[in-house]
T-cell receptor
Framework: DVKVTQSSRYLVKRTGEKVFLECVQDMDHENMFWYRQDPGLGLRLIYFSYDVKMKEKGDIPEGYSVSREKKERFSLILESASTNQTSMYLC??????????????FGPGTRLTVT | QKEVEQNSGPLSVPEGAIASLNCTYSDRGSQSFFWYRQYSGKSPELIMFIYSNGDKEDGRFTAQLNKASQYVSLLIRDSQPSDSATYLCAVFLYNFNKFYFGSGTKLNVKP
């Protein structure tokens, strides 16, 4: 079974803090993704990575950065947390062949509250 | 126009009935299609994927793909209260190497 784990289920941070969200997958997947999910807005892609040290912006990258130093680990960084970044953050990974990406598997999510 | 459209629901069906969930997509270049189930407060869980026109069955679930009409549907036979969740449709566009998710349809199965 594919397993995607995230470092925290719940996190409370103060405005202006630097926040690190970690994601690890154990299936040797090439692709990894970070989404946020908000009521009424669905899943929105923040960043994705198709290889180590590679990253591409998603639909809402502003205020976020990412790091992928190892194939199994993909980190999301909030440089200076703001209240509008309060959300559920979901990490996902998928297998890839010739750039065709297969089904994504999601981690349990991190509910981040910024006060 | 959104790349993937779903009726937000809620769709209510009695226990034991067939639930039919629909999804339309805008890009004819879409090549892979996925259905996820998401319980409240939980992360999406993959139910099925389909790549070719026609039907694909897995237990009580059947995915149907019609590329000419640009829709994909999910049928749940013998619906159970435990099927009550939000169902997300997703498509993969090879040309853009991107996934697009619908906003989800909320299903309520009443005992």
């Amino acid at each position: 079974d594919v397993k995607v784990t995230q470092s925290s289920r719940y996190l409370v941070k103060r405005t202006g803090e630097k926040v690190f969200l970690e994601c690890v997958q154990d299936m040797d997947h090439e692709n990894m993704f970070w989404y946020r999910q908000d009521p009424g807005l669905g899943l929105r892609l923040i960043y994705f990575s198709y290889d180590v040290k590679m990253k591409e912006k998603g639909d809402i990258p502003e205020g976020y950065s990412v790091s992928r130093e190892k194939k199994e680990r993909f980190s999301l960084i909030l440089e200076s947390a703001s209240t509008n970044q309060t959300s559920m953050y979901l990490c996902a990974s998928s297998f890839s062949v010739d750039r065709a990406s297969y089904e994504q598997y999601f981690g349990p999510g991190t509910r981040l509250t910024v006060t | 126009q959104k790349e993937v459209e779903q009726n937000s629901g809620p769709l209510s069906v009695p226990e034991g009935a067939i639930a039919s969930l629909n999804c339309t997509y805008s890009d004819r270049g879409s090549q892979s299609f996925f259905w996820y189930r998401q319980y409240s407060g939980k992360s999406p869980e993959l139910i099925m994927f389909i790549y070719s026109n026609g039907d694909k069955e897995d237990g009580r679930f059947t995915a149907q793909l019609n590329k000419a009409s640009q829709y994909v549907s999910l049928l749940i036979r013998d619906s159970q209260p435990s099927d009550s969740a939000t169902y997300l449709c997703a498509v993969f566009l090879y040309n853009f190497n991107k996934f697009y998710f619908g906003s989800g349809t909320k299903l309520n199965v009443k005992p």
